[in-house]
């Protein structure tokens, strides 16, 4: 019988055996997966993995500052790279979604590049890619279809050219987060919902401004936050703002004002292949549309996606 114990101890010594000395570099994205792959190859080889978590400046509100904490205190060895502006000028005049997306996965490749280039001799990608990619059944949008894309223009960066180490490839994900939970890994982490590569970038429609993204990212803190204290966080799949390319009439006081909508997206599902819209309380939802038009500059106006998908995708690019 499959135990997350056994399949750490077993995992841990086989990766030893088969790195030795060799030192591996791996990316993490703050996300349950690249975190538990990170845990288990830091127990293997300690100090020789070198993790590096990039701020590419569509992440939530506070999330690099926070996340790298953690991982600090997990004693990973991790380098946090600031990046956000090579992405938001890799964004200026770009609106078509697939274009967006080709952006940051151009970009993030490259940040990644140079970054692996410090670590001397270093042998070995780690990628916290599990079962599921492996058979490729999730996103045809996913990350793996902008990376391929781009190698076909311009040849392999070097870090692809590395021997890949994926030590979660034949787990699902509530397998990896039982693995992380034995692990000992924050269960804020473990627990957190899906976020998509290109992050706030895909919920922006439209043109991507830093402007957008510090609204979106208040508006996106209130709804979490909201979510978290009634207690509900973790019976959603997944959930987020999105900043619509929209501005509507709104009054504040005496005056008319013309701003724009943000959309609350929740789902339940299984896998993201299928999504249910969620059945959120109305009085949560009225809380959560005063405390953002009352605090958000920029939103006069919150609406609920009430599709399931399919049609409507969770995400709105
Ligand atoms: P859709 O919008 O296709 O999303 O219903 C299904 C799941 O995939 C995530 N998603 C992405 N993840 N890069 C990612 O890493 C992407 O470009 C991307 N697009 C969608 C989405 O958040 C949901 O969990």
Known sequence: EWTSESFIETTVAALKEKLG??????????GVDSSVAAVLL????????YCIFVDNGLLRKDEFESVLDSYKHMGLNVTGVDAKQRFYD?????????????????????????????????????????????????SVK???????????????????KLKVVEPLNTLFKDEVRRVGKSLGIDPNILGRHPFPGPGL??????????????????????????LRSAG????????????????????????????????????????????????????????????????????????YDISSKPPATIEWE
């Open 90 to 138: 890799a964004l200026e005049g770009l609106s078509d979604p697939e274009k967006k997306r080709k952006a940051i996965g151009r970009v993030f490749i490259e940040v990644f590049d140079d970054e692996a280039h410090k670590v001397q001799d270093v042998k070995w990608l780690g990628q916290g890619t599990i079962y599921p990619d492996v058979i490729e059944s999730v």
């Open 232 to 303: 509900v966080y973790d019976k959603v799949w997944q959930a987020g703002a999105i900043y619509l390319p929209v501005q509507s009439v709104g009054v504040m006081g005496d005056e008319r004002t013309y701003e724009n909508v943000v959309c609350l997206r929740a789902v339940e599902s299984l896998d993201g292949m299928t999504a249910d819209w969620c059945h959120l309380p109305y009085e949560l939802l009225a809380k959560i549309s005063n405390e953002i038009i009352n605090n958000v500059k920029g939103i006069n106006r919150v609406v």
């Open 142 to 160: 996913g990350p793996s279809a902008t990376i391929k894309s781009h190698h076909n223009v311009g040849g392999l960066p070097d870090f692809m």
């Open 21 to 30: 000395d060799d030192k591996v570099v791996l990316g993490l994205s703050g």
């Open 201 to 226: 970038a895909i919920r922006i429609l439209g043109e991507v401004t830093p402007e957008k993204v510090a609204i979106l990212q208040q508006a996106d803190a209130i709804y979490i936050n909201n």
């Open 42 to 49: 830091h127990q293997a080889i300690g100090k020789n993995l």
